[in-house]
């Protein structure tokens, strides 16, 4: 029941209208930001920050997430109108976008973008709303042995992945390793 008056009290925060109008503004820019070629939500959040440093922290947060959401699907659009696509999780919408776009459907090429973007991104704040306690009690219960064989992981990743020369990979492995430990 604890969890249930937890959310009834964040929707209570995130109804309100003046983070409604944060969101919406937020979401505005971000999408204005990210359909410059090369501008993508973390350059549209480091651009916001000297905005909310002032504002309360949950509407700065509201806002942060609009406008990190909206250039989401911002770089989206100039991926399908000039197969420019800003950041990394927008190459695959130039794909199948620009040619859309070639072929006179550009209007659908954006639909079917801003359809995929709110329905991506729905499922995916109610996911990480459901499994977020979850994740938090594993994270809480780490200790040493657990980022120890993390970080043996993750080396053995990096190495792994480089398939043409192993000993690069090591190289890259330990140098990385050397400049963690500096300090």
Known sequence: MDA???????????LEPINIAYVFAGVFAGTIIGMLPGLGPISALA????ITFAMEPSSGLIL????????????????ILLNAP???????TSFDGYPMAK????????AIAAYASFIGGT???????????LLSKVAVSFGPSEYFA???????????????SLVKGLI??????????VG
């Open 86 to 92: 800003g950041v990394a999780g927008t190459v695959a």
């Open 150 to 164: 993390l970080m043996v992981l993750g080396l053995t990743a990096v190495v792994s992945l480089s398939d043409k």
């Open 123 to 133: 499922v995916s704040v109610i996911f990480l709303m459901l499994i977020a306690p």
């Open 4 to 14: 249930f008056n937890n959310l009834m009290y964040g929707f209570g925060i995130a």
């Open 103 to 110: 072929k006179g459907q550009a209007g659908k090429a954006l």
């Open 47 to 50: 651009l916001m920050i000297p």
């Open 64 to 79: 942060m997430a609009g406008v990190y959401y909206g250039a989401i699907f911002g770089g989206s659009t100039s991926s």
């Open 172 to 181: 890259a492995a330990v140098v990385g390793v050397i400049i963690s430990i």
